[in-house]
């Protein structure tokens, strides 16, 4: 069973920076593609990026791309989201979810495992 359990989220003026966590069950990163949503209120939730498992490469989408990275430790089961210069914009709870298809899935109904949320706040 896979478990995700997303940690790092708060509140930061615009501009600043946050990394959030996402502790997983062991061998997870081996065995699925993580991805990283977030979700506005009242707005879908929305694909940001995610980390494959074939070829240890990230994929970010357009409007995060520069700002945001992935990075994998493979040792702590821990895959970060950091996330620079941020924007009022960015404001979401944001999700890890596990996914068992490769390559990069961008649909939630593509993912089947998923963690509880981390709210991101950014003033303006």
């Known amino acids: 069973q896979v478990q995700l359990v997303e940690s790092g989220g708060g509140l930061v003026q615009a501009g600043g920076s946050l990394k959030l966590s996402c502790a997983a069950s062991?061998?997870?990163?081996?065995?699925?593609?993580v991805g990283w949503f977030r979700q506005a209120p009242g707005k879908e939730r929305e694909f940001v990026g995610a980390?494959?498992?074939?070829?240890?490469?990230?994929y970010l989408v357009d409007s995060v791309k520069g700002r945001f990275t992935i990075s994998t430790d493979n040792a702590q089961n821990t895959q970060y989201l950091q996330m620079n210069n941020l924007k009022p914009e960015d404001t979401a709870t944001y999700y890890c979810?596990?996914?068992?298809?490769?390559?990069?899935?961008?649909?939630?109904?593509?993912?089947?495992?998923w963690g509880q949320g981390t709210q991101v706040t950014v003033s303006s």
């Open positions: 062991r061998r997870t990163f081996s065995r699925t593609t």
């Open positions: 980390f494959s498992r074939t070829g240890s490469r990230t």
């Open positions: 979810a596990a996914s068992v298809v490769n390559g990069y899935p961008q649909r939630p109904n593509e993912y089947d495992y």
